[in-house]
């Protein structure tokens, strides 16, 4: 008996790029580019006339339009992309309940319960496919295999292809043949592992281990040595196409936060201060949209040089009133050295619960230190109400706190922006 | 410096002191440093955080006087570790000699280690009966605040003048604990001092862990600054808490509308038992409901991940029936902390402050705010 192919990977191609080229049809043809776009903005996502001239995901966008400078670059809309994923997964739970998203634009599936429905793995393949293109007029491009290291290596495989020419179709579909999963695994360069990154992939070929293959064929004792101990085990089932980790149903979120890298380095206390207030501020908002609520807020900032550090306050109850989280992150962040100047500052909020759960609120005596009554709080979590019922009937930036409007109006952190670098 | 001690006499030294350091960042690397200062037959051990000094004494066989600095954790776990018995310390420049039968550790002396040093006052110490101050501390120190970020001054407990005596109140703002000892004076008439609770935790362990025939004295001096506990061979130095104890007694209802009296053995084990579903029992927000009706209580706690649980107390209830929610964690440190048998329960409204107290405890008030369900 053959091991049942069920484990399919799912993946849309240059998705960014190409909803905005859907939304708008005169980019067709072009190189796009979405990510950040400014000075230390990174590649989001090109589409495949940008990649033909060796633009990539991840590069900085410096590089990529010195190597493409006619490319269309736009900063992305991460609204629209949220909107259109989950469409895609519409269409994901026609035929099957176990979907592990990985990111907007792709995910593992589980689809063995599907088979009487639906037939083989390949028919489903198909019909996502023919339901993608369909109903979101994109293009996707699906791995199947019987492991999710796999499917997800096939799903690359089935990938058009760049070229100056124009993008040549790839397969769409590719099945890694179990009896044939080491012939297609070990040709591989080990970087296509899970848990191989650029530091691990270099001390492996300090010892002339470049492929995958080379990896199976070291001594699982030596690797260890190599590698630590679990990484080591861990590559070396890799490395011989054991995985068994199973498809994961929606993975509770850990936390919830907004991070942005500044044009120039910040040296001026009340500048960040303002960006607290808009990032905790906008965290608060994106807490209460998934009935969260969290008892550790987290402020992050990271240096000129890159050094980085995080201070932390945790509560006794989860909060997600925008009020509070401002007050605290803008707290923490007044107990950090400012005076290298900061790079990136975030702010996130994590332990998190749901709302729901969390079924009753503790009242007090007083509210401690200062601050403010039970009545006061009543009239906070009232304000929370109406800023979100705003911004959900006219936008994000409808409306917000007044300290946050500038020479070019009102600054409202929103989901997405400026994640892949700031904008100037 | 060398000495034989018995086991068991210097553990439980070592561990007094030790107390100290526990929560001081650093103590579970054994950078934190317990201070042996042995002269003639006594041996001193002190342990310090920046606020706090615990210093407690034995008597041991003596041979050389001196002072050395160790590992706290370390030294602890090591004598915890032996057998019953003599254990020989012999401490050289670099390290210190711990043996015991033929187990035996070289331990390096915790150069850098700080010992706070907290000035002790001058002003004549005043006696306080332990064993029924070590109760009421039991009472009370619960209702402090724990986590200091918040409100630095909720983490002690007011020692406050009273006209007929003494009388110690902690709150978290959430809760509220009174406790009266009558003609007991302790502070000076109009004063008060700010205790951190911390420090009134191990005054309580220390004096309410001897046997009931053996009441032993605590002497009490205070400065403007510091506090200092004299029990028998141990001595607890704080340093004062600073800032405003909020205005508490204006938050006490003049009267209350529904009172539910109940066995308080009844009502504890029923809210231990229900209290189970509560996974985090430091989650505020997972209440206990009480419905309070002719029969008495009927207590119910649900959660969405564990499930639900539900029993009935009995009781006498005066009013409509009426539905209040609760910590469950605050509501039953109330109720262990009362001493007589039937507890009442007073309540306005489920959104205002409940009260808990002993029936004929006068002295003993546990006020707490409910927790608001929909």
């Known amino acids: ?424 | 410096m060398k000495f034989r001690a018995d086991r068991d006499t210097l553990l439980e030294t070592l561990v007094t002191a030790s107390r100290a350091t526990s929560t001081r960042s650093g103590a579970s690397f054994g950078i934190v440093g317990l201070k042996l200062h042995l002269r003639g037959q006594q041996l001193e051990v002190c342990g310090s955080d920046p606020d706090l000094v615990i210093e407690a004494r034995c008597e041991v066989a003596g041979d050389a006087d001196g002072t050395v600095l160790v590992p706290s954790r370390l030294v602890v776990d090591i004598v915890r570790s032996f057998e019953s018995g003599a254990v020989t310390v012999v401490a050289g420049d670099e390290e210190v000699r711990f043996q015991s039968g033929r187990a035996e550790f070289l331990v390096r002396v915790a150069v850098g280690a700080e010992i706070t040093r907290l000035g002790v006052p001058e002003q004549e110490g005043i006696e306080i009966p332990g064993a029924v101050f070590a109760d009421g501390l039991r009472q009370v120190v619960r209702a402090a605040l724990v986590d200091d970020s918040r409100a630095p001054q909720l983490t002690g407990v007011l020692m406050i003048a009273t006209e007929g005596g003494l009388r110690l109140v902690a709150t978290d703002s959430y809760r509220l604990a009174f406790r009266d000892f009558a003609g007991m004076t302790v502070v000076e008439p109009g004063g008060q001092v700010l205790v951190p609770a911390k420090a009134l935790a191990e005054v309580q362990r220390l004096a309410g862990s001897g046997k009931a025939d053996d009441d032993r004295t605590i002497v009490f001096r205070h400065s403007d600054l510091d506090a200092v506990f004299d029990l028998v061979d141990v001595r607890i130095t704080t340093r004062l808490l600073r800032g405003q104890f909020p205005e508490v007694e204006r938050l006490i209802p003049t009267s209350y509308a529904y009172h539910l009296h109940v066995a308080r053995d009844d009502l504890e084990a029923a809210l231990r038992r229900v209290r189970l579903v509560v996974r985090d029992t430091k989650d505020a927000t997972t209440p206990v409901r009480l419905a309070l009706h002719e029969g008495g209580v009927d207590l119910t706690v649900l959660t969405p991940e564990s499930g639900r649980a539900e029993e009935s107390v009995e009781g006498v209830f005066e009013g409509d029936d009426l539905t209040v929610a609760f910590n469950p964690s605050y509501l039953l440190d109330g109720v262990e902390a009362v001493r007589a048998d039937t507890l009442i329960l007073e309540v306005n409204d489920p959104g205002k402050p409940a009260l808990v107290r002993g029936e004929g405890e006068d002295e003993y008030r546990y006020l707490l705010m409910p927790v608001k369900v929909s």
């Open chain 1, 1 to 424: 008996m053959t091991a049942p192919l069920d484990i399919l990977h799912v993946d849309m191609d240059a998705f960014f790029a190409a909803v905005e080229i859907l939304d708008d049809p005169s980019l067709q043809g072009l190189p796009v580019i979405v990510g950040g776009t400014g000075s230390r903005g990174v590649v989001a996502s090109c589409s495949y006339e940008a990649r033909a001239v060796g633009v990539r995901s991840a590069m900085p966008m410096v590089e990529a339009r010195r190597r493409c400078p006619r490319a269309v670059v736009l900063s992305g809309r991460h609204g629209r992309y949220g909107e259109v994923s989950r469409r895609l997964h519409e269409i994901f739970e026609v035929f099957t309940p176990i979907i592990e998203p990985i990111s907007l634009d792709e995910a593992f599936l589980d689809v063995s319960g599907g088979h009487r429905l639906f037939g083989s793995s390949m028919e489903i393949a198909e019909a996502i496919r023919a339901r993608v293109a369909e109903d979101l007029k994109l293009s996707c491009s699906v791995g199947i295999a019987r492991c999710k290291l796999l499917a997800k290596l096939a799903s690359r495989a089935a990938k058009p292809i760049a070229s100056v020419s124009g993008p040549l179709a790839g397969p769409g579909i590719f099945v890694v043949d179990p009896e044939r999963e080491l012939e297609f695994l070990h040709p591989r360069p080990v970087s296509d592992l899970w848990g191989v990154g650029p530091r691990t992939a270099e001390r492996l070929a300090r010892y002339g281990i470049a492929t995958i293959g080379d990896l199976a064929n070291v001594d699982a004792e030596h690797l260890v040595r190599f590698v630590g101990r679990s990484a080591g085990a861990q590559l070396h089932d890799l490395a011989w196409a054991r995985d068994d980790r199973p498809v994961e149903m929606g993975r509770p979120v850990k936390s919830v936060g907004h991070e942005e890298t500044f044009a120039v380095d910040v040296h001026d206390r009340e500048q960040l201060r303002l960006e607290v207030t808009r990032m905790a501020e906008a965290v608060g908002s994106r807490l209460r949209a998934s009935d969260l609520g969290g008892r550790t807020v987290t402020v992050k900032l990271r240096y000129g040089d890159f050094t980085t550090i995080t201070r932390s306050h945790s509560l006794h109850r989860p909060v997600a009133s925008s009020a509070e989280l401002v007050k605290i992150a803008a707290a923490l962040l007044s107990g950090a050295d400012v005076h290298p100047g900061v790079r990136l500052l975030g702010v996130s909020v994590s332990s998190l619960e749901t709302r729901a759960a969390a079924s009753g609120e503790q009242l007090s005596l007083w509210e401690p230190a200062g601050g403010e009554t039970d009545l006061a709080s009543a009239a906070r979590a009232d304000l929370d109400a109406v800023v979100d019922a705003i911004r959900e009937r006219y936008g994000v930036a409808a409306v917000g706190p007044a300290a946050l409007v500038g020479a070019s109006g009102l600054r409202v952190k929103q989901l997405g922006d400026s994640q892949w670098g700031p904008s100037r």
